[in-house]
């Protein structure tokens, strides 16, 4: 299909695609069309650009990828007059800035979109969150876009943002405060960065540099995503167990657990409609919200009686002036966050869906739980939070929300692989569109393709199958995942030390640990990745003190009378010290005290990635995906 455009045609598509994907995720959602027709003056209803998708929608999503979008642009573009005007007239009356393009993956004018709408709600959520601490005063209140860009230039926001979203993420010894020089800006950001992807931020292609040139399509995306994680942390049955509330009939726990927490609000959303008695039912942040009605009846029924909240915005015009209306009420209970009447009314589905996790978090409305010890063992546990984190660091794409849920198809683990090893999946025998009719067959054939290729990169694999995949057996998935990990680790390695010897090697845990015994000399010893003297930290902090003298404040560091709450601290300043100097560390400060030797060796390996000695050309930022 695409062979029926020329290069300028093709170059104009990809432009208009890019523009009406004001998300950023490769995908042109419902109210994205939407809005960049009515831009352009073409007023199709609601069920007319329902159904223009559903014709061009081959996987029947609800959404256009890149291909599907082709389909549409080739057969509807006289019509419905597509092209460069399209693109032109839907940046400027959208309200969109364009910057050029400004990383390495781009080409020169390449244009980024930039809603200033975006710009304005994370500048007043740091605001309000980052007003009380000491370090940040000086930056805030934020006024502007630019004032935004520029107040991430030293990291040290984007650091206090991501402990604001995942507390004790980043140790705050490791954090530059002062003498703030050119290299101390750059080692704030790359601990920032490093701790970003630590907890499931997709920061493939964004560096220091980036950041403190102000980079605006850049930030916003590393703020929006540490942001939304924050939002989205707690919308699930470990942290509410009322979401019971939510599963329909003939559902089981089991496939709540199984929902992203954008589906979880949605059906959020619709439950209080119902105990509201609307006639309303949404399917989504954007084109469903515009009208306000849903969110005025949300929080007429989720608001304490006593906050004199108020249906009284459905008595105005569908429109700005209803939306403001609607805020007005929002304001009432302290939850005028992200969205303003424009937001609402134009359905930014990004913002949307924080305006309402903000209000789920403040205000569930959901009846209490009595039994609560049932819901004890829903909790994900470090080792599954740590491989969905990894994975989605990498930018794969579908997004992992539940381990076993997710790779059922092994699409993911495709990606991955084929990132370990280009070449190494053959395309053609993976399933990547299912059939409605043989979906699971499909599936499975995936799965046992995916254990085929696990056993020729050497994976131990004796008794995992791939229908134990296909199933999602928890203990066999966690034991591919964790190889899979540990091949990427290692093969970085491996690439690292042929691009200086032009040689084949794979790189052994024991080549690790001798190598960490031979820079450390005579100031630490470990004798394996399950030594317990590791489990204080000091070990891998006098390492990257090695591998960066002068890097480690030591008069931070417990040394002596060593309880858990000094281990903890220790080990927290060390995986914290590790990001900082540029060394991908997905482990977490439980592991080095428990001393969990798998995620052990993982943060050994990271840091020898970091060997003056050791790196190849070209890696200079740590562990890249």
């Known amino acids: 299909m695409a062979g029926e455009f020329t290069p300028d045609q093709l170059k104009e598509l990809c432009d208009v695609f890019e523009t009406i994907d004001t998300e950023g995720d490769g995908f042109i959602q419902l109210g994205e069309l939407g809005a960049a027709f009515k ?56 309200g969109i800035k364009t910057h050029g393009g400004t990383s390495q993956a781009s080409s020169e004018g390449t244009t980024h979109s930039v809603r200033d709408g975006e710009a304005t709600a994370f500048s007043n959520w740091i605001n309000r969150n980052l007003a009380e601490d000491a370090d940040c005063k000086k930056y805030l209140p934020i006024d502007s876009a630019e004032d935004l860009y520029k107040s991430c230039f030293d990291g040290i926001i984007l650091c206090k943002l991501i402990n604001q979203s995942v507390p004790d993420t980043v140790s705050e010894e490791a954090i530059n405060k002062t003498n703030l020089s050119v290299y101390r800006r750059s080692e704030n950001i790359t601990l920032a960065l490093n ?54 009939d003939g559902e089981e726990i089991s496939d709540l657990q199984k929902l992203s927490p954008e589906q979880i609000l949605l059906r959020w959303v619709n439950y209080h409609l119902d105990r509201a008695g609307a006639n309303r039912n949404i399917k989504n942040f954007s084109e469903d919200i515009k009208d ?84 004890e063992a829903i909790e994900e546990t470090r080792e599954e939070k740590t491989y969905r984190n990894w994975m989605n660091s990498m930018g794969v794409n579908p997004h992992v929300h539940h381990l076993y849920t997710d790779l059922r198809d092994c699409l993911v683990i495709f990606k991955i692989l084929d990132i370990i090893q280009p070449g190494v999946v053959n395309w053609n025998k993976v399933v990547q569109k299912f059939s409605k009719m043989k979906v699971n067959f499909e599936k499975l054939e995936n799965c046992n393709y995916a254990v085929e290729l696990g056993i020729k990169q050497k994976f131990s694999l004796i008794g995992i199958g791939g229908q134990d995949m296909h199933e999602g057996n928890p203990t066999l998935t966690l034991a591919y995942v964790w190889q899979l990990m540990k091949a990427y680790t290692l093969s970085i390695l491996s690439k690292l030390k042929d691009s200086n010897t032009n040689g084949n090697s794979i790189i052994a845990e024991q080549q690790i640990i001798d190598w960490a015994n031979k820079k450390m000399g005579d100031r630490a010893k470990f004798s394996n990745f399950k030594d317990p003297s590791l489990s204080d930290g000091i070990t891998v902090l006098t390492l990257i003190d090695c591998l960066r003298p002068g890097t480690v404040k030591w008069e931070v560091v417990k040394k002596t009378d060593l309880t858990e709450e000094t281990r903890m601290a220790n080990a927290k300043y060390a995986v914290s010290m590790a990001r900082k100097i540029g060394a991908r560390v997905y482990a977490l400060p439980e592991d080095i005290v428990e001393v969990k030797p798998k995620m052990i060796m993982t943060i050994f390996a990271c840091l020898m990635s970091q060997d003056p000695d050791f790196k190849g050309r070209g890696m200079t930022s740590g562990m890249e995906g």
């Open 195 to 248: 701790s970003a992807a630590s907890i499931g931020c997709n920061i493939v292609n964004i560096d220091a540099v980036d950041i403190q040139e102000g980079k605006p399509h850049l930030i916003l995306g590393v703020l929006w995503q540490i942001i939304r994680i924050g939002l989205l942390s707690d919308i699930n049955l470990a942290h509410n167990p009322g979401l019971v509330a939510l599963l329909l």
């Open 292 to 375: 306000s009605e849903a969110y005025s009846h949300l929080l007429n029924q989720i608001a304490p009686r006593d906050a004199n909240v108020t249906l009284a915005p459905l008595n105005t015009p569908a429109g700005r002036e209803r939306a403001e209306a609607m805020l007005c009420e929002a304001d009432k209970i302290g939850c005028r966050s992200f969205v303003g009447a424009k937001d609402v009314t134009d359905g930014n589905a990004k913002l949307n869906l924080a305006f309402v996790a903000n209000l789920f978090n403040n205000y569930p409305a959901l009846d209490k739980v009595d039994n609560l010890e049932e819901f």
């Open 39 to 94: 831009c352009v003056g073409i007023d199709l209803p609601g069920y007319a650009i329902r159904d223009l998708v559903k014709q061009y929608d081959q996987n029947q999503d609800g959404k256009l990828s890149m291909q599907e979008f082709k389909s549409l642009f080739r057969k509807e573009r006289e019509r419905l007059d597509f092209g460069s005007k399209f693109k032109t007239m839907v940046q400027t009356r959208a």
